[in-house]
């Protein structure tokens, strides 16, 4: 745990209510670890086994997605006290709803029920707390409005866009393992239809908005003003290196 609270420098001197401390974890977490599917892109395999996951993060100053990210920091929180489970979602497509219970969320249970999904990749840098769309609460977070709402069955995680709450993704509340997602896991990393095979995206919040790296562009983002650098085989290492602290070859981009 110290080598975790080093690498994402955490304050273990800042004394926080447990819901203020989660959000501090969440917000460091973020801010030092990006969403990203490189090794899906090399075609390596990826392992979930939790010292192949620290020596991947931590050790090697990398990032991962959903079933990497909210698997570490899942037991990072666990080890903190607190009582926090994974969850399986769908997520919502502007073509529709993607594979079904394919995304693995991450919930903290408090004076209620919080998402600390660390591993989406468009979720703000703090905790949001599960309510009835009457009584939910609004995260405002640099990168927009953010809420979870009840729904039957289980609950809906959504963005304000245009003017109206959109739906990021809908899950339920029944604690899962990494082994209820083995199908997930298998066609995220290897099918053609995978969005995690067909591009490559990292991705990480800023204090003042976001950057995000594609196969052909580098957005940054600060305060709503986005600008756009071109990436390139010559580049690549270099924008990586300057804007995500990661030193690894992305093969699509030799």
């Not at 698997?71 to 607190?82: C, E, I, N, R, S």
């Not at 949001?128 to 609460?137: G, L, N, V």
């Not at 298998?186 to 790296?213: A, C, W, Y």
Request: a negative charge; glycine letters at 4%; proline letters at 4%.
């Amino acid at each position: 745990m110290d080598a975790m609270d080093s690498f994402l420098h955490v304050d273990k001197k800042v004394q926080l209510d447990q819901l203020n401390k989660l959000n501090y974890l969440i917000k460091q977490y973020m801010l030092n670890v990006p969403f990203e599917n490189i090794t899906v892109q090399n075609k390596e395999g990826v392992d979930l086994n939790l010292d192949s996951l620290f020596h991947k993060i931590i050790e090697s100053n990398r990032g991962g997605y959903c079933y990497e990210m909210n698997t570490l920091f899942k037991h990072y929180l666990l080890q903190k006290g607190y009582d926090a489970c994974n969850v399986s979602a769908t997520v919502r497509t502007p073509d529709g709803w993607a594979r079904a219970h394919s995304h693995m969320s991450l919930l903290v249970k408090l004076d209620r029920l919080y998402v600390a999904d660390v591993g989406f990749g468009d979720l703000p840098t703090k905790a949001i707390p599960i309510m009835t769309e009457d009584e939910a609460i609004v995260i405002k977070d640099v990168n927009g409005e953010y809420r979870a709402v009840e729904v039957e069955g289980g609950f809906e995680v959504q963005k304000f866009v245009d003017d109206a709450f959109q739906t990021l993704y809908r899950a339920d509340f029944e604690p899962r393992d990494l082994q209820f997602f083995a199908e997930s896991i298998e066609f995220n990393q290897h099918h053609p239809n995978s969005i995690f095979v067909k591009k490559l995206i990292v991705t990480k919040p800023l204090p003042d908005g976001r950057v995000t790296m594609s196969e052909r562009h580098l957005t940054v983002t600060h305060q709503g003003k986005k600008e756009m650098y071109p990436v390139t085989k010559d580049n690549y290492r270099m924008l990586l290196k300057q804007y995500f602290n990661m030193d690894v070859c992305i093969k699509i981009l030799e």
